[in-house]
């Protein structure tokens, strides 16, 4: 769906992007995260059409973006992170104004528009002023604007920023919703919010592309051990003798008391051996209750911070 080769982009002498190439299938959600002054907006706005490269292609659904820039941007919704929402205009005028800017036939427009605003739940504010809307209806009127003429790429710029946490759960879940029919490329700091929505991320450092891949084969990319947590009611030395007894288990600990008879350990194993369901079994011939299991691998924010722990702004001022 989305194809980018070799891209490269300087302002003057300064490299924004450094020769960047990766794909976007249909109907993935991808993550695109990095760093400020990374080159991640300037890689978006490439992608969008707002910017030319120096050089490289930027392809979607086949059209190129500077070749063929019609075709190409009529497959793109852009919702960026400050959406371009007319205040003194009402979220219908507005989803009207860029149905006609988008060409959508007058005789389905109504009936379009009606359905993207039922999508992304914004009926019940329709004929309601723009600025008198909250952060969250602010969103979804972008949101809403972005989908638009029905195009097949969806192109979000950290979409819950400002967001209380309910309308951050309320937009993650549309976010997935919208997955389902479209190819979407979401980029975002909050990096938990990448791993709960994302099928895979692309993390972008200094310019260059550090890590392309979902973030389960990442944590084990970065990862020499598997490492997981589990709380068990009984005594908590014969446990742990026990659990240091299995095949795979490289290394286990006690790391407290949680209440009198309960206690947590610490299993480091070998990525390539899950021995979860050993120890499963080992604390039920035993009779040892397990109250909790938690993996302690490392998280995406772990991965984040490792691949740009040596990036810097340098001869970038771009965010």
């Given amino acids: 769906m989305i194809e980018i080769r070799e891209l490269t982009k300087y302002y003057g002498p300064n490299i924004a992007v450094d020769n960047i190439s990766f794909d976007v299938e249909q109907g993935e959600i991808l993550g695109f995260l990095g760093p400020n002054g990374a080159g991640k907006s300037t ?9 030319s490269a120096t050089s490289g292609t930027v392809k979607i659904n086949g059209y190129d973006i500077l070749e063929e820039p019609q075709k190409a941007k009529a497959c793109i919704g852009y919702l960026p992170e400050n959406p371009p929402l007319y205040m003194d205009m009402t ?26 605003m039922k999508l992304v739940r914004i009926t019940d504010v329709a004929n309601r002023l723009i ?18 003429g029905n195009p097949e790429v969806l192109v979000l710029d950290e979409p819950t920023v400002g967001l209380d946490p309910k309308q951050i759960i309320e937009i993650r879940s549309l976010i997935k919703d919208l997955g389902k029919n479209h190819t979407v490329i979401l980029s975002s700091h ?25 973030t389960e084969n990442l944590s084990k990319q970065f990862s020499k051990t ?13 446990i742990l003798q026990k659990i240091r007894l299995l095949n795979s288990v490289k290394h286990a600990d006690i790391i407290g008391d949680k209440v009198s008879g309960i206690c947590a350990f610490t299993i480091e194993n070998d990525p390539d051996h899950d021995v979860r369901r050993q120890v499963f079994f080992e604390m039920a011939r035993h009779s040892w209750p397990i ?20 990036s810097g702004l340098g001869k970038r001022g771009e965010a």
């Fill in 190 to 214: 909050i990096l938990p919010e990448v791993s709960a929505i994302c099928d895979r991320v692309v993390i972008i450092s200094n310019g260059s592309i550090v890590a392309v891949d979902t």
């Fill in 43 to 51: 890689t978006m706005n490439i992608i969008t059409g707002f910017l």
């Fill in 291 to 310: 109250i909790e299991m938690k993996s302690l691998d490392p998280t995406l924010e772990d991965i984040f911070l490792q691949v740009t722990a040596t």
């Fill in 91 to 116: 979220a219908l005028e507005y989803l009207r104004f860029v149905s006609e800017l988008k060409g959508v036939e007058k005789s389905t427009r109504s009936k379009h528009i009606a359905e993207i």
């Fill in 131 to 148: 600025k008198n809307l909250s952060k969250g209806y602010k969103q979804r009127v972008g949101i809403a604007q972005a989908l638009i």
């Fill in 226 to 238: 598997s490492k997981f947590q589990i709380t068990v009611e009984g005594p908590a030395k014969d």
